[in-house]
């Protein structure tokens, strides 16, 4: 049962390698072939657009991947298993991070401070901070991400930019979920969320190539078809929530697996849930990312007509 075990473990880890390796060579390519046509106008452009990717993909792929893997490995059920001096040691680390944030009411923030005295407390109040507080704190930061991804590729009409803007969003929500509860999944679970980001990924670049007409009936096309510009916003917009469901799928994913408990410890479960979940949430998000829209639109006018005004 456990060589079992190790060999899928192992498997997991292979997988996400492969596809991280995948990824970068993709990434690689798109660099390498605007370099390419930068070079054609002048070979200090080219210079300057490496050293800007190399400062973009260190600070938005590099910088949050190492917090996340440098981070304790820990779970909400390890607070009921019995003590050991690994397990104590990271019950205060996590502690420490969980104070260093301004996320916790006054009460519990003494409480927290007060348990770090006793171990047996101090699980305790872990136990109902993530619960009570942190859990809430999640959902707002999944939200917030998936309303980020929701706009960004409903307004690109790039696949390849969906692509790495998907990766992008994803892995810097990962990390502040891993930053505000102060440890991280396991590997194994870890290589699970890494394949889960780049199949949205893949999944955000396929979509610039989807047909209304695969998905709205021919009458209805054929209304829409009358109207100028309507087309091509309902397919941008369809796409930007499509990319925000599985941006939400993929931020309670993380979150279950933080919160591992009893009650959900099958994958199936977790697939299950969270999709449910992502789905409950899906219409808030849609109605504060629809909300921006307007505000920017007038925005683009309204400087619009102050350069006007200035030329004149």
Request: include cysteine; aromatic fraction near 8%; charged fraction near 25%.
């Amino acid at each position: 049962m456990k060589e079992k075990r190790s060999n899928t473990k192992l498997l997991w880890y292979m997988i996400a390698i492969g596809v991280i390796i995948l990824f970068l060579l993709m990434l690689l390519s798109s660099v390498l072939g605007v370099g390419e046509r930068l070079r054609n106008v002048s070979k200090y452009l080219e210079y300057g657009f490496y050293g800007l990717t190399f400062f973009l993909v260190y600070f938005l792929l590099i910088r949050p991947v190492h917090i996340i893997l440098f981070s304790p490995s820990f779970s909400i059920e390890t607070t009921l298993d019995q003590d050991s001096k690994r397990n104590i040691r990271v019950y205060k680390r996590v502690a420490d991070r969980i104070l260093e944030q301004d996320i916790l009411t006054e009460v519990l923030r003494e409480e927290l401070i007060s348990a770090k005295k006793n171990t047996s407390e101090l699980k305790e109040v872990l136990n109902k901070i993530f619960n009570k507080q942190l859990k809430k704190e999640i959902n707002k930061t999944i939200r917030k991400n998936a309303k980020t991804v929701m706009i960004s590729t409903a307004i690109s009409q790039n696949g390849r930019l969906d692509l790495y803007t998907v990766v992008v969003v994803n892995i810097k929500m990962i990390k502040e979920l891993v930053v505000m509860c102060g440890f991280r999944p396991n590997m194994k679970n870890l290589s699970k969320l890494t394949i889960n980001v780049f199949s949205t990924a893949l999944i955000a670049e396929g979509l610039e190539n989807m047909d209304l007409n695969d998905i709205l009936p021919s009458s209805t096309m054929n209304v829409l078809g009358e109207i100028p510009l309507v087309k091509p916003l309902i397919s941008s917009a369809l796409q930007g929530v499509s990319n925000a469901l599985l941006t939400l799928r993929i931020g309670i994913v993380t979150r279950k697996y933080l919160f591992s408990d009893a009650k959900e410890i099958t994958k199936e479960e977790i697939r299950r849930g969270a999709l449910l979940e992502a789905a409950g949430m899906l219409p808030s998000v849609v109605g504060d990312g629809l909300m921006l829209f307007p505000k920017k639109i007038f925005s683009m006018f309204k400087r619009k007509k102050k350069n006007d005004e200035a030329d004149e």
